[in-house]
């Protein structure tokens, strides 16, 4: 009952912040970052609830662009995540944004949008 809570929380906040408005994004090559083993795992959290909120069926496939930067007490992640159609899609890169304070289970996804 409190995961189906907090699913319903995340859900609720990322349709918020969805309605933000947008701002600019800065591309770091990943290999220019220092090593966070938050990437990989951000990058499914944000393919995850936006499946979960969008009703689509989307498979996590990577992460390979990452800027993240300290914002309001926690961090900012913008990144490019691949994903595909769990149907059998072709894969296709998508602009995350992941606002979150290490080390707890406050996290949310801010953007979740396909790069053309």
Do not use: C
Not at 6 to 18: F, H, K, N
């Amino acid at each position: 009952m409190k995961s189906l809570a907090a699913v319903l929380i995340v859900l609720a906040a990322a349709a918020v912040a969805a309605s933000a408005s947008e701002s600019e994004f800065k591309q770091t090559p990943v290999a220019d970052m220092p090593a966070d083993p938050r990437v990989p795992l951000l990058g499914r959290f944000a393919v995850l609830v936006y499946s979960l909120n969008r009703n689509r069926r989307l498979t996590y496939a990577g992460v390979s662009l990452v800027d993240q930067h300290p914002d309001k007490g926690g961090v900012r992640y913008q990144m490019v995540v691949t994903a595909a159609d769990a149907g059998g899609g072709a894969a296709a890169p998508y602009r995350a944004v992941v606002w979150g304070i290490p080390e707890t289970h406050a996290w949310m996804l801010q953007e979740f949008n396909r790069i053309n």
